[in-house]
């Protein structure tokens, strides 16, 4: 299994709180993606990096902001908390476009 | 742009049934395809892949053909059992540059297997 952790697993917070979701990986994968679950909508994507502060919006990226100042750890902020970004947050890494790797999702729940 | 299309589901099966998952794809260029599994309180994982037209991934008993002319990739299994309850999610790549775009997901089907 490719080495990825996100932490926390589990965060209850309130609305207009700012919230950081942290993505680790142990593998060197140069790209490093945020996606959200929701049900009906399947995996959506928050945002991207492609290097070392190189990063990129994906589709529902409002609300959200990432960082990536090394190799192996990839932030995801929400600056004020909606209870719309309630959701399960996944980390994926991908050594090119063939394949990606998943972490075990952190579910966020936003009062 | 790039898009997905699976039947949602929930899907109900007796175990040793006989599985189909429909997926249908729209694309520019040559993409690769995929299928991910989600089982319960985990991260997707790669179940099978095709990158290129007529290719057959497999894997665990599951097969999916790649047929471009009918912009498919359906997921059968011949015989399913308990254990294959989960989430299934057809996917694929697009082979652009910009990888973060890459990746597009379809909504999910859940199977569930009775005993």
């Known amino acids: 299994d490719a080495g990825i952790t996100q932490s926390p697993r589990h965060k209850v917070t309130e609305t207009g709180t700012p919230v950081t979701l942290r993505c680790h990986q142990t593998?060197?994968?140069?790209?490093m993606y945020w996606y959200r679950q929701d049900p009906g909508h399947g995996l959506r994507l928050i945002h991207y990096s492609y290097g070392v502060k190189d990063t990129d919006k994906g589709e529902v990226s409002d609300g959200y902001s990432v960082s990536r100042s090394k190799t192996e750890d990839f932030l995801l902020t929400l600056e004020s908390a909606t209870s719309s970004q309630t959701s399960v947050y996944f980390c994926a890494i991908s050594a090119g476009s063939e394949k990606l790797f998943f972490g075990s999702g952190t579910q966020l729940s936003v009062l | 742009g790039n898009s997905v299309t699976q039947m949602e589901g929930p899907v109900t099966l007796s175990e040793e049934a006989f599985l189909t998952i429909n997926c249908t794809y729209t694309a520019t260029g040559y993409p690769s395809l995929f299928w991910y599994v989600q089982y319960p309180g985990e991260g997707l994982q790669l179940l099978l892949k095709a990158t290129k037209a007529d290719d057959k991934g497999s894997n665990k008993g599951f097969e999916a053909t790649y047929r471009k002319e009918t912009t498919s990739f359906h997921l059968e299994k011949g015989s399913v059992q308990v254990s294959d309850s989960a989430v299934y999610f057809c996917?694929?790549?697009?082979?652009?540059?910009?990888?973060?775009?890459?990746?597009?997901f379809g909504p999910g089907t859940r199977l569930s297997v009775l005993p």
């Open positions: 996917a694929l790549s697009g082979g652009r540059d910009n990888y973060g775009q890459n990746f597009v």
């Open positions: 593998e060197n994968h140069r790209y």
